[in-house]
C-alpha cells in the first residue's frame, strides 16, 4: 500500500482550495480561520484527498476535520501517510 | 401563505375528509379534495382575496391573460389537494397507485441509470412534489430524498423513510439548523449515494440561506437558493434528469421526466441554479394552477422569508426574459449532453 508524505497532503490541499503558495500551511493551520476555506471548499479538498489517497472518510473523520492536522491524523490512522 | 384558520381546517380534514376521501378511488378521491378547495374558496373572503391577489401579482409579472378570479379558484383546489400531499396514495395496492401517474419519458430516467453514475433527479415545488417518490418505490427504483423531513406524509413514505440499510434515508434529511462541518458530512453522504448509483431526489428551487447560496431571479423577485443539486452533479458526475409532477385536472397525475444532463465541473452555479428555475417559471406561466406555492413567496412578509430574499444587483425590476426563457421541451444547458458522452464513450 502507497503512503504519501505530508507534503503531497498539502500539495493537493493547496491545489483542491486553491491555496497561493505564499500562504504557508502546516499542521496548526485551520481550514476555515486561516485559509477561508468554506464547507463547499472543504468537500473539494476532501474527495480530492479520498481520490488521492484511496480512502473512505467516516461521517466521524468529516465532522473533526477543522485543521490540516485533524487530516494528518486522520490518515496516519488509515495508514496512508509517513508518520512525521 | 398566511393561515387563514389552517390548523382548525387541517383538523377538520384529517379528523374527518380524508377517511372519507380514502374509500373513493385514487382519481376520484384527488378530485373531490380540490372541489372542498373551490368550496373554501366561495366561503372564506378573506383567503380568496389572497389567492386572487397573489394570481394577479403573477399575471402581471407574465404579462399573461389569465382570469385572476377563475385561475386562483382553480388555485384553491390545486392548494387543497397538495395540502392532502401523499396521504390519498397510503395504499397497498401498487397496481392502483401506479395507474394513477400518467408517466412521460421514462426512457430518459432509465437512459440516465445505463450510466451507471447515480442519478440527481431535479425536482421542484410545482405541482406534486412528494408524488415521484411513490411512484419510483412502487416501479422498483431505489431512491433517496435530499431534503428537510417532510412532515404530514403517508404511512408508506415515514415507513420508507425509516429502514434501515446501506445509505438509510433517515441520514440523508438535511436541515436548515445544521451547522459546521455537518453539511460537509451531508454532502459526502449524498455523493456516496450517488457512488451507490442511487437516484437522489433533490429539488432546485428551495430558498435556503447559507454561505453556499446564491442568488437567482423567480417571479420577479430575487431569493437565496442552494445550488446544492448542481454540486453534487459537478462533484460525482452523475447525470441530471429534470422531473415534474402535475396534478391533472382528472385527479391523476402527469410525471415527466426530461433528457438527462451533463453538468461540466466548472460551470456556474448561479447560472445552472438560474436556468433551473427559468424552466420552472415556463411552466408556471402555461399552468398556473400548479404553481401551488410560488405565488405566495413575493406576498410572504415575514422575518424567515425576508432572510431569504436577495437584492437585485443593479436594482431593476426583473422581467422575465421571454427570449432567453427555454423551454421545459428544451434543455438548454450548455455542457455536453448525455447522449454526446456517452456515443463517445462507446
Not at chain 2, 141 to 156: A, G, K, V
Not at chain 2, 306 to 334: G, K, V, Y
Request: net charge neutral; with cysteine.
Amino acid at each position: 500500500m502507497t503512503t504519501w508524505k505530508h507534503e503531497d497532503v498539502i500539495r493537493s490541499i493547496r491545489k483542491s482550495a486553491k491555496i497561493p503558495s505564499t500562504v504557508m500551511i502546516t499542521s496548526a493551520t485551520r481550514f476555515a480561520e486561516d485559509l477561508n476555506v468554506d464547507s463547499l471548499d472543504l468537500v473539494g479538498v476532501l474527495l480530492d484527498l479520498q481520490d488521492m489517497l484511496d480512502v473512505e472518510w467516516t461521517d466521524d473523520e468529516i465532522s473533526g476535520m477543522k485543521s490540516v492536522g485533524d487530516v494528518f491524523t486522520t490518515l496516519t490512522k488509515h495508514n496512508r501517510i509517513d508518520a512525521a | 401563505m398566511r393561515r387563514h384558520g389552517m390548523n382548525f381546517r387541517k383538523w377538520i380534514m384529517k379528523r374527518f375528509v380524508i377517511p372519507v376521501l380514502r374509500q373513493l378511488p385514487l382519481d376520484k378521491a384527488h378530485s373531490a379534495s380540490e372541489r372542498i378547495g373551490h368550496i373554501e374558496f366561495r366561503l372564506l373572503p378573506s383567503y380568496r382575496n389572497h389567492l386572487i391577489a397573489a394570481v394577479r401579482q403573477a399575471r402581471l409579472y407574465f404579462d399573461a391573460q389569465w382570469d385572476d378570479r377563475d385561475t386562483a379558484r382553480n388555485l384553491a383546489g390545486r392548494l387543497t389537494r397538495w395540502r392532502i400531499r401523499d396521504i390519498l396514495l397510503d395504499d397497498d395496492d401498487t397496481k392502483a397507485v401506479l395507474s394513477s401517474f400518467e408517466v412521460r419519458g421514462r426512457e430518459n430516467l432509465d437512459e440516465a441509470l445505463a450510466l451507471n453514475k447515480g442519478v440527481v433527479l431535479v425536482s421542484n415545488h410545482f405541482g406534486g412534489h412528494i408524488l415521484p417518490a411513490h411512484w419510483m418505490l412502487r416501479s422498483g427504483i431505489d431512491f433517496r430524498f435530499l431534503t428537510e423531513r417532510p412532515r404530514h406524509i403517508s404511512q408508506f413514505l415515514n415507513r420508507y423513510f425509516q429502514a434501515d440499510g446501506p445509505n438509510p434515508q433517515r441520514e440523508i434529511f438535511i436541515s436548515r439548523k445544521n451547522s459546521g462541518n455537518e453539511g460537509v458530512t451531508q454532502l459526502f453522504r449524498s455523493i456516496r449515494c450517488l457512488k451507490s448509483r442511487l437516484v437522489l431526489l433533490v429539488a432546485c428551487d428551495v430558498r435556503w440561506d447559507d454561505n453556499q447560496s446564491v442568488a437567482a431571479s423567480f417571479l420577479g423577485n430575487r431569493w437565496k437558493f442552494t445550488p446544492i443539486w448542481a454540486i453534487l452533479a459537478q462533484r460525482s458526475g452523475a447525470p441530471v434528469v429534470p422531473v415534474i409532477c402535475s396534478m391533472m385536472d382528472d385527479g391523476r397525475h402527469l410525471l415527466e421526466f426530461f433528457p438527462p444532463e451533463h453538468v461540466a465541473p466548472e460551470s456556474d452555479l448561479s447560472v445552472l441554479v438560474q436556468d433551473s428555475l427559468d424552466r420552472i417559471e415556463q411552466r408556471v406561466k402555461c399552468d398556473p394552477c400548479n404553481s401551488n406555492d410560488y405565488f405566495f413567496w413575493g406576498l410572504d412578509e415575514s422575518q424567515e422569508s425576508l432572510l431569504l430574499r436577495a437584492t437585485s444587483p443593479d436594482n431593476q425590476e426583473i422581467q422575465p426574459n421571454q427570449q432567453s426563457s427555454p423551454s421545459l421541451t428544451q434543455p438548454h444547458f450548455n455542457q455536453v449532453s448525455i447522449q454526446t458522452r456517452t456515443v463517445n464513450a462507446s
